[in-house]
């Protein structure tokens, strides 16, 4: 029979062995990052003992539960249980979640911190409420919320947030690995929070390292041949992204043809408009649409040195949202 204090022993074995007691004097050492290690307790009555009717989602890499309980205020976070982990990754695993403690950015859910006292790492964000981008594209039945403004709102902040990962100052490159729609979360005020860094890998410059499996229909063609990750293999995955939302189609057809390689031909022989959504598709639009569609064609380039980087997609996001305001208080000066 296994008693409490058997059991009391094991976590404490997990918690040592998983790097637990080196993440916690890195911890102390820096005062500024606001990390939780959470004990296998707090995580079991949060998630009510991982409960299928907590389950809010479930995906390549694990399975996320809504849980409670884990603050004074009771607020709601996300909790992930990840599976299919390497035993000989833990290593590594810890010293990329002090990495990942530090990204902050508005655009970027909040990792708040973990539990090494399960036999797989136990991960918990910031819980954001609304859905994902990918419902807003394509299961969302109410136009409405789906105009051009917010789906510019959208890509420019995702950008954004892609671009800090690659090149902020704050830490070292990290790579997504798994950009896709289902992978950007909104708020109910429709503001863009990139999320799933189950994928993520933090490499030096010169790093370049056979890591992550994506999703098909969003994977970088030179990453299948090469299975080197690179900072252009998120560009890539945004620009997929980029044309979903143009065309509200999916990644993949029935027939598993890419959405990329049909808008790139489109591209090439000048008849792009064909695939544009229809809701977007009128004559204030069509010079943003044009502006975009560019921008998607250049981050599906086939050869990853002819990509824009992640910065200069943002910027470039950047300047139509602010032509679009333009343009919208210029009609609203003149209904005036």
């Not at 390549?60 to 709601?76: A, I």
């Not at 708040?112 to 964000?125: A, H, M, R, T």
């Not at 671009?163 to 896709?180: C, F, N, Q, R, T």
Request: net charge negative; hydrophobic share 40%.
């Amino acid at each position: 029979r296994i008693t409490r204090q058997d059991l009391m022993r094991q976590r404490e074995e997990y918690f040592h062995l998983r790097g637990g007691q080196l993440l916690r004097n890195m911890m102390s050492r820096d005062n500024n990052i606001p990390f939780m290690l959470y004990d296998r307790d707090q995580i079991e009555l949060a998630t009510n003992r991982f409960n299928n009717m907590s389950v809010i989602g479930q995906g390549g890499q694990g399975t996320v539960y809504r849980g409670y309980n884990l603050d004074p205020d009771n607020n709601p976070v996300a909790i992930k249980k990840c599976k299919g982990f390497d035993e000989n990754s833990w290593s590594e695993f810890t010293d990329e979640l002090l990495i990942l403690s530090r990204v902050n950015h508005e655009n970027i859910v909040k990792l708040l911190g973990c539990s090494l006292q399960f036999d797989v790492p136990i991960l918990v964000y910031e819980f954001v409420p609304n859905k994902t981008l990918y419902n807003l594209i394509h299961i969302q039945t109410d136009q409405s919320i789906r105009t051009m403004g917010i789906r510019l709102k959208v890509a420019a902040e995702s950008a954004k947030a892609l671009a800090y990962l690659h090149s902020s100052l704050d830490h070292p490159m990290i790579l997504h690995g798994d950009v896709k729609s289902t992978n950007i979360l909104l708020t109910n005020n429709f503001i863009a929070k990139v999320s799933d860094f189950g994928c993520s890998k933090i490499r030096t410059a010169d790093e370049n390292y056979d890591v992550v499996k994506g999703t098909m229909g969003y994977l970088d063609p030179e990453y299948l041949q090469k299975f080197k990750l690179t900072d252009k293999s998120d560009v890539y995955s945004f620009g997929v992204v980029l044309l979903e939302l143009l065309t509200r189609r999916m990644p993949l057809s029935v027939e598993k043809v890419s959405l990329a390689s049909i808008f790139q031909e489109a591209m090439r022989e000048g008849h792009f408009l064909e695939l544009i959504d229809t809701e977007i598709l009128h004559e204030d639009n069509m010079g943003l649409i044009s502006d975009l569609a560019t921008l998607a064609s250049q981050c599906l380039i086939m050869t990853s040195e002819s990509r824009p980087t992640m910065s200069t997609v943002a910027e470039e996001l950047r300047r139509q949202m602010a032509g679009q305001v333009q343009q919208d208080q210029g009609v609203l000066t003149e209904l005036i």
